[in-house]
């Protein structure tokens, strides 16, 4: 286990709700920031706030050296070749949509395949339903094992030679488990496929190597991994990005503007019209610099004890239901469950009144919930400030729940 010390760098964790001191399980959906992320932001809005590249003046080369000396730290975090295949984005959101809208459309036909699988977030289903439709392709889900796994076997039966994407997430957000990208990434090669990886929740909890994975497109979110909102990465391929469109224009993305005709700067920046995430990339390195000193290995081995560690103390409780694997070993740190019939928003409120911070709902993954057959859940998500404290606070508190809920019912 991580030291506790580590908790005292989150000064939101330092107060009580509802009369109980916070215990926060729900980084799945954001994670709390440490203080030196929120000095990041604050010295730069202080002392360096400008707008980047288009100045020569100090505070703007001041801020233009801390928005690409972000990027070089996300480019070593990911171990990607080079900065050029780093693009600041919003959002995993977002950046699944571009890579959709501009590689997609661009490369898919009537008739072509898109894989993904029934355990995708919303943001990697929306935008692919999108593109099938605009281009009379075909969509096609790779089906789940009983523990909420993927088969090779079944994802090797559903790529084809017509498929031209596979994407799939490297965490799912609602079982935890850890897909194996690196040997579906070679399935996809074989066909000719290429490999889009939603890594919101991998990126946060454990190392990820581009290279290795050999995957084409990488999109995660700073917020999930102690950075800002407002900001995220995508990483593509060199050879891939420079064949691509943009799909914005305007300011900063451009090189000449002609009345009738413009061209595009070279990569990254021929992705990033506007005025850029400034404040949010700085914030993003900041955090990355943090989540490297704790070491991301320590980070992964911390959350796979403390997710056997609530595994085990989740099923003394008579009638509650835990989905995804129960390996500690094959998912991340998360445990998605039901209460006997009590809805997961009554479960949550009752541990709210607690101090108790999880998550209910369907937690955008409702074709999961489907595959589940149920209409939603409730999510218990660790991170590096958690302790096996905070799960004993929640099992304490789910007995609570549980005993009110019989009483009422």
């Given amino acids: 286990m991580l030291n506790k010390e580590i908790r005292k760098h989150f000064p939101i964790l330092d107060q009580e709700i509802n009369g109980h001191p916070l215990v926060y399980l729900d980084s799945a959906a954001t994670s709390q920031k440490p203080q030196q992320v929120i000095d990041a932001l604050s010295n730069y809005y202080s002392l360096d706030n400008s707008n980047v590249h288009r100045?020569?003046?100090?505070?703007?080369?001041?801020?233009?050296?801390?928005?690409?000396?972000?990027?070089?730290?996300?480019?070593?975090f990911i171990n990607a070749k080079s900065t050029e295949e780093v693009i600041f984005m919003r959002g995993t959101t977002t950046a699944l949509n571009m890579v959709a809208q501009s590689y997609g459309r661009?490369?898919?036909?009537?008739?072509?395949?898109?894989?993904?699988?029934?355990?995708?977030?919303?943001?990697?289903?929306?935008?692919?339903?999108?593109?099938?439709?605009?281009?009379?392709?075909?969509?096609?889900?790779?089906?789940?094992?009983?523990?909420?796994?993927?088969?090779?076997?079944?994802?090797?039966?559903?790529?084809?030679?017509?498929?031209?994407?596979?994407?799939?997430?490297?965490?799912?957000?609602?079982?935890?488990?850890?897909?194996?990208?690196?040997?579906?990434?070679?399935?996809?090669?074989?066909?000719?496929?290429v490999m889009v990886v939603d890594g919101a929740q991998a990126a946060p909890?454990?190392?990820?190597?581009?290279?290795?994975l050999d995957c084409d497109f990488l999109a995660f979110s700073g917020h999930k991994m102690c950075g800002p909102t407002g900001i995220g990465v995508l990483y593509g391929k060199k050879e891939l990005l420079n064949n691509m469109e943009p799909v914005e224009f305007g300011g900063e993305m451009i090189d000449f503007v002609g009345l009738y005709d413009s061209t595009w700067k070279e990569l990254p920046w021929k992705f990033e019209g506007g005025t850029p995430i400034i404040a949010g990339a700085i914030?993003?390195?900041?955090?990355?610099?943090?989540?490297?000193?704790?070491?991301?290995?320590?980070?992964?081995?911390?959350?796979?004890?403390?997710a056997g560690y609530a595994m085990k103390r989740m099923s003394e409780i008579e009638g509650l239901s835990i989905y995804g694997p129960l390996d500690p070993g094959k998912r991340a740190g998360?445990?998605?469950?039901?209460?006997?019939?009590?809805?997961?928003?009554?479960?949550?409120?009752?541990?709210?009144?607690?101090?108790?911070a999880v998550r209910a709902g369907h937690h955008c993954a409702q074709p999961l919930m489907k595959w589940l057959e149920v209409s939603s859940t409730a999510r218990a998500s660790f991170y590096i400030y958690n302790t096996e404290e905070d799960v004993d606070r929640l099992v304490d508190g789910l007995r609570i729940a549980k005993e009110y809920f019989n009483d009422v019912y």
């Fill in 106 to 193: 661009a490369n898919v036909g009537e008739g072509d395949e898109i894989v993904i699988t029934y355990m995708e977030h919303h943001s990697n289903i929306i935008p692919w339903q999108q593109l099938a439709k605009e281009k009379g392709a075909v969509l096609k889900y790779v089906n789940l094992e009983e523990d909420g796994t993927l088969s090779l076997e079944k994802v090797r039966e559903v790529i084809t030679e017509r498929t031209k994407i596979v994407s799939i997430m490297y965490v799912s957000n609602v079982l935890g488990t850890m897909n194996p990208i690196k040997e579906i990434t070679e399935i996809a090669h074989s066909h000719g496929a």
């Fill in 55 to 76: 100045g020569v003046h100090t505070l703007g080369n001041r801020a233009t050296e801390g928005y690409e000396n972000a990027r070089d730290k996300v480019r070593a």
């Fill in 334 to 356: 998360m445990v998605t469950f039901n209460l006997n019939d009590v809805h997961p928003h009554d479960v949550a409120t009752v541990l709210d009144m607690h101090g108790i």
């Fill in 283 to 306: 914030g993003l390195g900041a955090a990355i610099d943090f989540l490297e000193e704790i070491g991301m290995d320590n980070i992964e081995r911390h959350e796979h004890e403390l």
């Fill in 205 to 212: 909890h454990l190392k990820i190597d581009v290279q290795l």
